[in-house]
């Protein structure tokens, strides 16, 4: 009889934690635009159209409160966090030190290939770009941002820019 291993069985179900859904789609949500800065975040109404009740939806936003992405007003209600000037002003400060230390190491890993890629990233851009190739644009520039961090290999330095780009795009 053939034994077969539990961690590649075709019946295995892979357990998925509700909190870690909604936390995950409140994020994009917020990345997306769908959730603006400083609009107010309706429990009841969230979790209706979420399909899900209200304890999964308010562990996930305790998590996102934890990350500066929403905040909580005492007697007011949940609110997506608007930056000041003077914070987001901050948040550059610390991507701007913590790009170097992504491009150093990406640049002891990234293949030839990768580099050309990069390259293409940004052709065709015109000198007096539309609001749609302004967006294109902005959509390459979060791609390269990102795929330099994943090139390092760092959890932790992902981690890090991940919440500094999070806060910068919310």
């Not at 295995?12 to 909604?22: A, G, V």
């Not at 929403?70 to 550059?92: C, D, H, N, P, T």
Request: proline content about 4%; aromatic content about 6%.
């Amino acid at each position: 009889m053939v034994r077969q291993d539990r961690n590649t069985s075709p019946l295995l179900i892979e357990h998925e934690n509700l909190d870690d859904k909604i936390y995950s789609r409140l994020k994009r949500m917020i990345a997306d635009g769908q959730l603006a800065p400083g609009q107010r975040i309706l429990q009841e109404k969230l979790a209706r159209d979420m399909g899900v009740s209200r304890t999964p939806l308010v562990n996930a936003l305790k998590r996102l409160a934890q990350e500066r992405l929403v905040e909580w007003v005492s007697r007011r209600g949940i609110y997506v966090k608007r930056f000041s000037m003077r914070e987001m002003a901050q948040l550059f400060e610390v991507r701007e030190g913590l790009e170097p230390i992504a491009a150093r190491l990406a640049a002891t890993r990234i293949t030839p290939t990768e580099v050309r890629e990069f390259k293409k990233l940004f052709d065709g851009f015109s000198k007096k770009p539309s609001a749609a190739e302004v967006r294109r644009y902005l959509t390459c520039d979060r791609h390269f941002h990102w795929r330099l961090v994943e090139l390092t290999e760092n959890p932790h330095l992902a981690a890090a820019m991940e919440s500094v780009n999070m806060m910068i795009s919310a």
